[in-house]
T-cell receptor
């Protein structure tokens, strides 16, 4: 069964460094999303992406964040200068033929030290 | 502002008990509601999706209902087992937006 994959599963970085989180959505999906979950808190929407542009973003998604679909398969989230408060689990999701049902990847745990 | 609330925050039950988890949402223009399971430190496992035109969905021992008029969804778990212990999340999306709004979850512990 097709699934969303994410790499790496765990990333440790120093404050101020740039990180890129990678996702491979399900191949025939058209909409892509990033969410994050700070430890002990709820899952929060960051951004949605369709037709090579951002369709919606939250207040969290400031200028430090960017998304890209560099080729036909990958979808990336870049954090330019990481802060301690960026430590969280980041989930990628994609939407397929059932409108609005989102399929989630296993997540990337980002630890900023 | 669209909000999703889950009550109770935590629940502990003996094995074999039937239980109900509650999810309330504020926006009546809901498009769908999805229930997830999350094990500690892990990802989100989709359990059931209910579209706005549906009233309930069933999968095995799980049954989820949706009542748009009252802004509520319930997840019914029959004959609970220790393996059901996890955090259960609900999330909704409304017409005109593609994002999911998640609840804070109910942490379930089933005692053997």
């Amino acid at each position: 069964e097709p699934e969303v994959t994410q790499t790496p599963s765990h990333q440790v970085t120093q404050m101020g460094q740039e990180v890129i989180l990678r996702c491979v959505p399900i191949s025939n999906h058209l909409y892509f999303y990033w969410y994050r979950q700070i430890l002990g808190q709820k899952v929060e929407f960051l951004v949605s992406f369709y037709n090579n542009e951002i369709s919606e973003k939250s207040e969290i998604f400031d200028d430090q964040f960017s998304v890209e679909r560099p080729d036909g398969s990958n979808f990336t989230l870049k954090i330019r200068s990481t802060k301690l408060e960026d430590s969280a689990m980041y989930f990628c999701a994609s939407t397929g033929t059932v409108p609005y049902e989102q399929y989630f990847g296993p997540g990337t745990r980002l630890t900023v030290t | 502002k669209q909000e999703v609330t889950q009550i109770p925050a935590a629940l502990s039950v003996p094995e074999g008990e039937n239980l109900v988890l509650n999810c309330s949402f504020t926006d009546s223009a809901i498009y769908n509601l999805q229930w997830f399971r999350q094990d500690p430190g892990k990802g989100l496992t989709s359990l059931l999706l209910i579209q706005s035109s549906q009233r309930e969905q069933t999968s095995g021992r799980l049954n989820a209902s949706l009542d748009k008029s009252s802004g509520r969804s319930t997840l019914y778990i029959a004959a609970s087992q220790p393996g059901d212990s996890a955090t259960y999340l609900c999330a909704d999306t409304t017409s005109g937006t593609y994002k999911y709004i998640f609840g804070t979850g109910t942490r379930l512990k089933v005692l053997a």
